[in-house]
């Protein structure tokens, strides 16, 4: 039996010893929550509490057992509810850092029921269990300095919630004047105000600010200039020496055993780090050379700083060209008798022709036993296996990364399936491309070529031996999506939640937690894709859309989010969409409700969760319904946007309040889909100057991109260079091009900004995640936009072709449904703008051969009396 399966047996053994010992008396409850699944425990006749202090007990993988033992005598006495994770691989996971740092070490959690509670449960809880190897936790108050007991207020349940301005759902808690206030995971454990900690706390030591500080490792003398990245357990830091004046990179780990035993610690890992770049550093260039290294409380690695530009940033053809060096680089790696273990692009740096790996806190020596766990994506099936370090799993590494050199898409964000991304690469012309990562991602590592053979192998690829999109796709056949959009409409049903009658659709995303409401996350955004796309497919969905509009109706505006996105607006428009299709009334009233209140909300500007989604909802509404009172309402928003209207550096943005902001420029939070709100208001009502202003800020945002040439994408804020993905809708190219045709529309006045857009669009490859906000599905709604206009219509037409097929390739198996992965390649939720219901969505709209984006007033319209007309069930019910 190996050390770990030891571990494995002893850990389930001490949970069953625990429950045994606490009797029949407490309850057992066991739920998943994402990764992680919990083994929660309560006393019968437990007090039924919201709130109050929850103490938090670090626990390392290899103590897990030993402290549930330990603890569990305590725990009876004490009778406090408390939780633990049910699987050793659950601890490990928490303490690696995977749920968030705001979790790390917390792997026991009480919860007593008043302040004289917790203070006993501390006290006892610190006396049996003093000390851990596990990480500190970071967000609680400690006992005392390294404690492994610490301390933190907050929500016990998530029964108290607010709504932020972003439409971000928080659980919450209630200050002793019975405010309530978002329950926030701070670093240093400091409660809300108002509320005293039971006894006195100590802030956890945490990553302090370095710049201007001086440091020693070893007989090297540094100052530190500034941190340049840092995770859950490390930090990378810009560093001089103090004698020369030669800048170096050091690396710095915080105490603690993240994973299991055999990985190490924290100066173990850094002096493993060391000894690589020791004996691989400075030969051929291909590595940073070791400096100096120092163990203690915070593990330090001084090393080589590597100027140049990292492959992952560099334009498609300089990655394809440089991929032969990378590949030398790592031959030399290997030929030092070393593993890297984290082999991508965003660790090879780029040196005039040559290529550096950097990073190489997960190094083995080939041979030992792996330590550390890569890149998901990246790491080949037997690493699964607990097997040996080999060179083989690199080559693995680097396949994956030439799909990412060839494509510019992160192969991270893709579903798991073997062949998979060889598969994407000849779907887009890309077969000798595909054919090497074929093999360097062959299933048996025997079968990979070597890292030299791999040099020879990427050579023979040209530059341009990446995806050329000449494939035989033809126009959607609606024959063949039928079975797709059918898949998800049934789907719907998996996650669907009864309310009295009423019905809502939990989420498996980042607000699981949470009944949700709005368009991009919740029922609205499903209530609105089942409309379009159930009745494209003659699905009975009547009871959903009325079920999930009675529940709507039936909760308050009050306390929600504005925008069309996130907030009262897009529920207003479901709403409305709802009663058209329905034949009924009923929900005028709610409706109306809703867009008055996202009218009179001025915490927010933008199209998400702003007034100008207020904007676009108004016109939208007035659209579907064809009544102008929404437009009274779009007024309101109007004037606040016009309040707070400036120009800088020629750009127009919208800020809120005197102190500003992050000016963003894109889709989803700024200037573009301003202004497309701006075009879409003035082509419904006839507003000049709206249109006006409309059409000169898209002109200056282009302007702006046209003369950088920049083929990263827009950038994201004024004041910074950082881009999203060209084909994304929040904040890419694809969501400017979105915000041109879906604001003031085709214009002659916009003709050269438009074939700018399509130009910078059309070579990308039809590879994404599959949804609306950054995929897929809103790069499909686009095209079909694009192909209204007939000097773009032959290329659109080529590119719905690849994108719908694509679309129905990348489909998963989840439940005896084939439905598609959320943005996370983890996630399956049934939401519109980041779930499976928008490429159902999407595909109904390119089978349809609609040039309308999904939300414009006229198309909910024309699927509201589509699905009404072919309604089933018979008499109206007057729902």
Partial sequence: MSGRTALLHDYEEALSFLCEQLGDDWTVRRWRDGNCCWQFHAPSAAADVAQGWKVHVAVAVGEAAIFARTLTPLLAELRVPFKLPASLDAIAAINAGEGGAEQVGKIATLYPADDACAREAIHAVDRLWPASAAPAIRTSLHVRPGSAVAFRFGAFDSRSRIVDSRGIIHAAVRLPGGHLVADERIIGGKPP???????????PDGWDDVAGKQMAIGDLRLVLLGEIKQTVHSRLLFAADRDSGATLIVRQRAPGETRYPDDGSAEERIAREFHALKEIGGKQGCAPRAIAWCGGGMASLAMEDVEGSLLSELPRPMRMRLMPSMARALAEVHRCGWVHGDVKLENAIARDESVALIDFELAERAGSRISGRGTDAYMPPEAAKDVHAHPAQDIYALGVSLFHAATGFPPGLLAPRPGLLADLLRREGAGRA????????????????????????????????????ETSDASPDASRLRPAIEAAVAATADFRMEDRGARYWRNTHFQRHFECEAINIGAAGILIGLLVAGGAVDADCRDDIAGAADWLAARPAEGQAA???????????ALAAAGRALGTDKYSAASRARLAAAAADDRELDLFSGSAGTLFAAAAMSELIEEDWPLDLGRVAMRRLEDCRTTVDG?????????????????????AGIAAALGYWARRTGDHDAAALSVATLKALARREMDAANEQGMRMRLDSDQCHAPGNWCHGTAGFLWSLLAGPGADYELTEEIDWAVASLAELPAIATPIYCHGL?????????????????????????????????MRIGKGGRDVWISDDPSIVTPDLWVGFMGPAAALTLAVQDEKRTLLDGGLLRDAADRWGRGRRGGTDDGR
């Fill in 777 to 809: 599905a809103g790069q499909l709604e686009l095209w079909q936009m694009v192909s209204a206009m007939e000097r773009h219509r032959t290329l659109a037409v080529g590119k719905i072709g690849r994108l719908a097929a694509n679309l129905d390739f």
């Fill in 193 to 203: 105000a108002g509320i005293e900690p039971p006894l006195p706390g100590f802030a």
């Fill in 651 to 671: 750009l127009t943005v919208w800020r809120a309040g005197e102190g500003g902001g992050s000016d963003f420029l894109g889709c989803a939070h700024g200037s």
């Fill in 563 to 573: 925008g069309l996105f996130t907030g009262n607006a897009g529920v207003a428009l």
């Fill in 434 to 469: 595909a054919d090497v990562v074929e093999r360097m991602t062959a299933d048996d590592p025997m079968e990979r070529p070597s890292a030299e053979t791999s040099i020879d192998l990427l050579a023979a690829l040209s530059e341009d031996a990446v995806p050329s999109g």
